[in-house]
């Protein structure tokens, strides 16, 4: 995204309000070189640090009997790794609409790999949890969590909460423009990145200039919300010396918060929802009324406005009385402020006094608010809910036992250990493939709970076999990073994956085997017209596991005949042996850097990958264990060459020893040495170096 550089502020005590900054361009290209400088009026925010903050959002979906095409085309422009969340208020009578969405959104996630959460807003189990979490004032007197948009919006900050995520924006579903809302997730995601506070808000201005659709309902639209702004406007220049006319999102739908700001306003209810909440702001934290919330008032709240390049298209519902119902809250929640003074209150009088219908309703009516969601006893509600989760999570089924297993759940402070281990020379035995002097060793781990993750050049059918041997449940990374494997069962928290296999979810890093295999065949040709045509290069012997039968692998590696056959299944990396003197061997390797593939030595054969390393994978999952299990303390065990990438990446790397005693040479931050060669090293390293760690 490039996007104008900083418009000038208002400040108001603690809270920043940032002028409307224009989108230039949508897509910036790849990460930018270091030697090109952005001009001065261009600020950008690259890919890596959108989808970084997209992996962390919730996208709430209200919907209430909105076309189903049209909410079709909504969820196809929501970015991938933002969770989607729909708040349906449809009706179930004749035509049960809400049936209809979650068809609609199970079809779409199943085919596109994401999962959703999908409930009702008159879910009778979602409103006892709520309930039973202390937070009634979502609760109508029937028991039940309240009609309105904002009441369905608040409803998704709390799931949102509870999914874990770090933000949470809104897009309605009657938007006809899949850009459009693509557009918007990537406003909040760009804002957030250049929000300074953790405390963040970023508020989107359409541009709307429909000529041919609903020209009268945006005239009206334009109407409410420059009305809005200017009484909002009008409040803040009475705090300050100055005339200013910073907002101009008053009424914005689309927008976000990240989720420590969301739970702590106050909300409004109907149409005042969203000037609400800057009012709130103000209200709370600005420091002109007394401040509750120290910690905001020091890292201070930010509201920042961007201007979309897609034009806004949405159904027109809104009758002729739009004005007065559009218009009336919002001006109600700047009136009734406790910041409005006599001169803010005087100027809205005025104005409601020139609208037709208005002129002869003197009295303002109180908006009815709803006090912040961390009100709410989150892990009650969480208690509560988990058993339903199966009926709420799409694509139906996929998520049943996913979820629910608070009790891993380190307390707040604490660490939770995770292991990743080489297999091959570290916990196996370099010489017999043995395990069964780590075997006192993988008990203790075991018993104190603590994941313990294979991270290895081993196929998914090789670490499946020692996984079960020794009962093992944890997920597994195979093939080098290229792809991995999550029981299903395993995260609480939903999370994007690849595909299904069997009982595991995959989530995929490397290049097909089918791809590696092809670029390799011709790599190797290159390579062989070089060795020929070069006088000083010897003779060169080069196969690989795809070209062999089990036999023949079997009889080169010393596997015995199943594993052999385990080992030749290879989804992600090939393995080849090379024979031959050390310039040929060169030439092959660099043939194969030369198009594109990468390579490591495992001490007799070279994988090759397409660029996928052991620390790339961590990486990854450790994303999943934070998001699970909060703080994660990871160690990282291996004996050689091909485990730099994984020592590289963990808290705490541990070298074991190879054959003749001797660790492995390699420049790391703080590696601990352990002796033992493979499974001896293991189980030192888990009683002298995991295990004491308390
Ligand atoms: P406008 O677009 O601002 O004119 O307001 P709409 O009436 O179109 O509503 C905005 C969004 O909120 C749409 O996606 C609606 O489907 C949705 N919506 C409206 N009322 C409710 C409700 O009571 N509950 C929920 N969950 N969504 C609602
Ligand atoms: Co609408």
Not at 651 to 676: A, E, F
Request: proline share 5%; with cysteine.
């Amino acid at each position: 995204m490039r996007i104008e550089s900083l418009r000038p502020a208002e400040h108001l005590g603690n809270v920043t309000i940032h002028g409307v900054r224009r989108f230039l361009e949508l897509d910036s290209g790849a990460p930018s070189l270091p030697h090109l400088q952005e001009s001065r009026e261009v600020e950008m925010v690259d890919q890596q640090a959108i989808s970084d903050v997209e992996k962390k959002m919730a996208i709430i979906l209200p919907i209430k009997d909105e076309d189903l095409k049209v909410f079709e085309g909504v969820l196809s422009g929501i970015p991938h790794d933002c969770l989607m969340i729909v708040i349906s208020n449809s009706s179930k009578q004749e035509v049960d609409n809400f049936k209809n969405e979650k068809d609609i959104v199970s079809r779409f996630c199943r085919i596109t790999h994401r999962q959703a959460i999908v409930v009702h807003q008159k879910n009778p189990e979602l409103a006892g949890a709520i309930a039973d979490a202390g937070y009634p004032e979502l609760l109508g007197k029937d028991g039940l969590i309240r009609s309105g948009k904002a009441e369905g919006m608040i409803l998704g900050i709390i799931l949102t909460m509870f999914s874990g995520r770090e933000y949470v924006g809104f897009i309605d579903t009657d938007n006809y423009i899949p850009g459009a809302v693509w557009e918007y997730a990537k406003h909040f995601a760009t804002g957030f990145n250049l929000a300074q506070s953790p405390y963040s808000m970023v508020r989107v201005l359409w541009k709307y200039k429909p000529k041919l659709v609903g020209d009268l309902y945006f005239k009206r639209w334009g109407r409410v919300s420059e009305v809005t702004n200017k009484h909002l406007n009008h409040l803040i220049s009475s705090k300050g010396k100055f005339e200013t006319e910073i907002i101009k999102t008053g009424n914005a739908g689309e927008h976000a918060m990240s989720i420590e700001l969301a739970k702590r306003l106050t909300y409004g209810t109907g149409y005042a929802v969203e000037t609400k909440e800057i009012m709130s702001i103000l209200e709370q934290f600005s420091g002109i009324l007394p401040i509750e919330d120290r910690e905001v008032a020091e890292e201070g709240v930010e509201i920042l406005q961007t201007e979309t390049i897609n034009p806004h298209l949405h159904e027109d519902k809104g009758g002729d009385h739009l004005i007065q119902d559009m218009l009336l809250p919002s001006l109600a929640v700047i009136y009734h402020s406790p910041l409005a003074d006599e001169s803010v209150k005087k100027k809205i009088e005025n104005q409601l006094a020139g609208i037709e219908g208005l002129e002869n309703n003197p009295e303002i009516p109180q908006v009815k608010l709803i006090p912040p969601p961390q009100k709410m006893d989150l892990a009650k509600f969480s208690a509560v809910i988990e058993k339903y989760l199966p009926q709420m999570v799409l694509p139906d089924g996929e998520l049943i036992s996913r979820i629910a297993r608070p009790s891993r759940l380190p307390s707040s402070g604490q660490f939770k250990k995770v292991i990743y281990t080489d297999l091959d020379g570290t916990l196996l035995s370099p010489l017999t493939y043995s395990y069964s002097t780590a075997l006192d060793a993988l008990r203790l781990l075991k018993d104190k709970e603590l994941p313990l993750v294979f991270c290895s050049a081993k196929t998914m059918g090789e670490q499946d076999l020692y996984r079960n041997e020794l009962g093992i449940k944890d997920p597994f990374i195979t093939e080098n990073g290229g792809a991995i494997f999550i029981p299903k069962d395993y995260f609480r928290l939903p999370f994007a994956y690849d595909r299904v296999a069997g009982n595991y979810l995959v989530i995929e890093l490397g290049m097909s085997y089918k791809d590696i295999r092809h670029i390799l065949k011709k790599a190797l040709a290159e390579a062989c017209t070089e060795i020929e045509n070069s006088e000083r290069a010897g003779n060169i012997f080069i196969t690989s596991f795809g070209d062999m039968s089990v036999e023949d692998v079997s009889r080169l590696t010393d596997l015995n005949l199943k594993q052999a056959e385990l080992a030749k299944q290879r989804e992600y990396s090939e393995t080849v042996h090379i024979e031959g003197d050390k310039r040929s061997t060169n030439i092959v390797l660099n043939h194969i850097q030369q198009n594109g593939l990468e390579y490591s030595f495992g001490g007799r054969f070279y994988e090759v990958t397409g660029g996928n390393d052991k620390g790339k994978a961590i990486k990854v999952l450790n994303e999943l264990f934070r998001l699970n299990f909060g703080n994660i303390h990871t160690f990282g065990l291996g004996d050689s060459e091909n485990d730099y990438s994984m020592l590289e990446t963990v808290d705490s790397p541990i070298l074991v020893q190879r054959p003749g005693n001797k660790w492995h040479k390699m420049r790391l931050r703080n590696p601990s040495y352990v002796r033992g060669v493979g499974p001896e090293g293991f189980s030192r390293a888990v009683t002298d170096i995991i295990l004491p760690m308390e």
